[in-house]
């Protein structure tokens, strides 16, 4: 019988959809990283509840905008690149910047309310099995913690956190750090593993 080897799938995991680690571009690699929000993480509800709030502090201060109007100025502000998305939104549909700092502070993003999507987990199992995983993320304080939570952590190598002002996520959709002073999970909130 023959020996399995760090490549195979891990017995009881499901293959991961479209990942085949024997063509020539994924033989040789090390290293998969990957983003959270919306990869491996749903932001749906968050976002959702982030619109209705947004809705509420809308009409509290400033006047009345449906769901609708809200999505749409989301729309808008993207087609701008809006480098701060949520401001950008709340100055569309408010004309009265006194109000805008309570509106963005009544409206935070509800984190709490993220989960990974169905089969993350067996996903990250198996990649793990093959190659070492690094998540590069620009979500708030607190990522190890919900990683952690959601059983996701000990599959993970390296967490950078990025945050405004240093290494960024290319618009190429690649994820490359382009320097790597962003703030590392430490031993105890990410696992110690290290490339081979």
């Keep these: 019988m023959m020996e399995e080897s760090r490549s195979s799938v891990t017995p009881g995991v499901t293959p991961a959809r479209g990942i085949e ?12 990283f990957f983003d959270l929000g919306n990869t491996q993480i749903s932001e749906e509800t968050a976002w959702e509840s982030r619109i209705q709030q947004l809705v509420c502090s809308l009409k509290r201060y400033s006047r ?6 809200v999505r749409s100025a989301f729309r808008e502000a993207s087609t701008e690149f809006a480098p701060r998305l949520v401001t950008r939104v709340i ?11 309570l509106i963005l502070a009544e409206a935070r993003y509800p984190k709490e309310l993220e989960t990974p999507y169905e089969g993350v ?7 793990s099995s093959r190659y070492h995983i690094g998540v590069i993320t620009n979500q708030p304080v607190g990522t190890a913690g919900r990683l952690m939570k959601w059983g996701l952590m000990p599959f993970i190598s390296i967490c950078p956190l990025l945050r405004r002002g240093g290494p960024r996520k290319t618009g190429s959709g690649d994820f490359r750090v382009r320097s790597f002073p962003g703030r590392l999970c430490t031993a105890a909130s990410c696992n110690d593993r290290r490339p081979a």
Excluded: C, F, G, Y
């Excluded at 680690?21 to 998969?32: C, E, G, I």
């Excluded at 100055?91 to 700092?101: M, R, T």
């Design 21 to 32: 680690p024997n063509k020539p571009a994924m033989r040789d690699s090390r290293w998969l």
């Design 64 to 69: 009345r905008r449906s769901v609708e109007d």
């Design 91 to 101: 100055e569309k549909l408010s004309d009265d910047p006194e109000h805008h700092k």
């Design 121 to 127: 987990d067996q996903t990250i199992r198996a990649l």
